[in-house]
């Protein structure tokens, strides 16, 4: 399976982005699908994933409530809604697959990772 991240950008506080990630290679339905993040100086971080029905979510404490991921498995896309985006938001942000219906905040379980795309979050 091969991600294809994007979406990214500056934005000022308080605003939104929609990071994408296309997938091309292996059936699609078949993967659970996370977005994750990494800020300069620190760990790559979970931020939240989807089943790959799409039936279970699950998000970071830090982004619940403001983010939402979704998928359309007829574009082979899943996606990341954020919304009252704050300076600590910025970071790059990695789309990843796993091979797997059921998802993990796990990042070690994830199979595939995109190249990533930045969000920079001004104040």
């Known amino acids: 399976v091969q991600l294809q991240a994007s979406g990214g950008g500056l934005v000022k506080a308080g605003g939104s982005l929609r990071l994408s990630c296309a997938a091309s290679?292996?059936?699609?339905?078949?993967?659970?699908m996370g977005w994750f993040r990494q800020a300069p100086g620190k760990e790559r971080e979970f931020v939240a994933a989807i089943s790959w029905s799409g039936g279970s979510t699950y998000y970071a404490d830090s982004v619940k409530g403001r983010f939402t991921i979704s998928r359309d498995n007829a574009k082979n896309t899943v996606y990341l809604q954020m919304n009252f985006l704050k300076p600590e938001d910025t970071a790059v942000y990695y789309c990843?697959?796993?091979?797997?219906?059921?998802?993990?905040?796990?990042?070690?379980?994830?199979?595939?990772w995109g190249q990533g795309t930045k969000v920079t979050v001004s104040s």
């Open positions: 290679g292996r059936t699609w339905g078949s993967y659970a």
């Open positions: 990843a697959a796993r091979s797997s219906r059921f998802t993990t905040t796990s990042a070690d379980e994830y199979d595939y």
